[in-house]
Structure formats: structure tokens, C-alpha cells
């Protein structure tokens, strides 16, 4: 099964863009990047909003911004929105 890590900023307006278009879809994590270092290091996150979807616990699709296709791309991927 596909899930997705969205790394975020506080600050970050597209990062709260992104958010707002993914409310209501299962399977995504959302992770401060700014207080969790050692993730933005694993997964080699250099801006954000960077959403990275993985399958079997491995890097399946990485999408670094904001726009109207990244949200549906990272919707169809994860398997929808709920109802």
C-alpha cells in the first residue's frame, strides 16, 4: 500500500496550500521539517513543500512544490480522497 510523507514548514504558504488540497486523504504524514532534522536528512528534502510517496517502505514518486497536478498525482497515488 502507498502512503506519502508531505514535509512542511510553518512558515511556508505553499506548504499550507498543499495541506489545505490533501485535507481529507488517508495515508499521508505530515512532517515539520524544521523540527525533525533527521528525517529531512533521510529522505534528502532540500525545500519545501516536498511530498514523497512511498510503496513497501521504499521511495516510489517525490514532488517538491505546489500545484494542482502534484496534489492529484499524490491523490491518485494514495488511493483518494475520502468520503
Known amino acids: 500500500m502507498k502512503r506519502a510523507?508531505?514535509?512542511t514548514s510553518p512558515?511556508?504558504?505553499p506548504c499550507h496550500q498543499?495541506?489545505?488540497?490533501l485535507?481529507?486523504?488517508?495515508?499521508?504524514?505530515?512532517?515539520?521539517?524544521?523540527?525533525?532534522?533527521?528525517m529531512v536528512k533521510r529522505y534528502h528534502v532540500?525545500?519545501?513543500p516536498t511530498?514523497?510517496?512511498l510503496h513497501g517502505g521504499r521511495?516510489?514518486?517525490?514532488f517538491i512544490g505546489y500545484s494542482s497536478e502534484i496534489v492529484r498525482t499524490i491523490i491518485q497515488a494514495v488511493g483518494g480522497k475520502n468520503a
Open 59 to 62: 521511495e516510489y514518486a517525490t
Open 51 to 53: 511530498a514523497i510517496v
Open 11 to 13: 512558515t511556508c504558504g
Open 5 to 7: 510523507i508531505v514535509f
Open 46 to 48: 532540500r525545500s519545501v
Open 18 to 21: 498543499l495541506a489545505e488540497a
Open 23 to 38: 485535507a481529507g486523504v488517508d495515508r499521508i504524514e505530515y512532517v515539520d521539517a524544521t523540527a525533525n532534522p533527521d
